[in-house]
């Protein structure tokens, strides 16, 4: 009589950080369905590996060098719109959770989660459903409702964030003073803001716009 044998669950690991990938490599190792197929150190790396390897689930950081994880996830995505991609990060802003999860992502983790869960995630992910923490989702819960920034609206408030008057901004983008003072107010109007200050802090606190970047 032969005994049946359950799959593993193939896994590519995605993170700069070595310490972390290691560690992470170990823990899934250890676990009975679960194989570390790769670990990639760059977004090129992990789109590289994904397209060789085709792994189950791709767990994936989203702070990584080369345009960051939200470029990892579109690169694979399109390569196959089957793929699995659980992110795993540190850090949990509005605006990164809800573009990652636009861009096709089965789930979103934080880095602090345990063992167990994070397990169960990449399980459920890997059997085609959804995991994503409490936490998060509620981070996310009536974002669809609010007008989108456009790209250069983004441009002008990281001007913004950096201190930068609207005359210098213009300089920096090449337009005019009165071009970059429409933008100012389309940004306060988009944002439910009445002035520079409180559009910066909107702006970090919801990650539209990350610091020291």
Same mark, same amino acid.
């Given at each position: ?63 990584? !060098?080369?345009?960051?994880? &939200? ?5 694979? #995505?399109? +390569?196959?719109?089957?793929?699995? %991609?659980? /992110? =795993? ?44 923490? !409490?936490?998060?989702?509620? &981070? ?5 409702? #609010?007008? +989108?920034?456009?790209?250069?609206? %983004?441009? /002008? =408030? ?56």
């Amino acid at each position: 009589m032969c005994l049946q044998t359950t799959k593993k669950i193939r896994v590519l690991i995605a993170d700069d950080h070595l310490v972390f990938r290691m560690g992470l490599r170990a823990l899934l190792t250890s676990e009975p369905n679960m194989e570390v197929v790769a670990d990639a150190a760059s977004v090129e790396q992990a789109v590289s590996d994904f397209v060789k390897l085709r792994p189950d689930v791709v767990v994936l950081d989203l702070r990584m !060098p080369e345009g960051g994880g &939200l470029a990892a996830l579109k690169a694979i #995505r399109a +390569e196959s719109k089957h793929a699995r %991609v659980l /992110v =795993l990060s540190s850090y949990a802003f509005e605006e990164e959770v809800f573009q990652v999860l636009n861009a096709g992502a089965s789930g979103y983790v934080l880095k602090d989660v345990g063992r167990e869960e994070l397990v169960k995630a990449i399980q459920e992910v890997a059997r085609g459903k959804k995991w994503i923490q !409490p936490t998060i989702e509620s &981070l996310v819960v009536g974002r669809h409702e #609010r007008q +989108e920034l456009t790209a250069r609206e %983004v441009e /002008v =408030l990281n001007l913004l964030v950096k201190g930068l008057l609207n005359r210098e901004i213009a300089n920096v983008l090449g337009v005019s003073e009165n071009t970059v003072r429409n933008h100012t107010i389309s940004i306060f109007n988009k944002l439910e803001v009445s002035d520079r200050a409180e559009a910066v802090g909107v702006a970090l606190q919801r990650g539209i716009i990350i610091a020291n970047t």
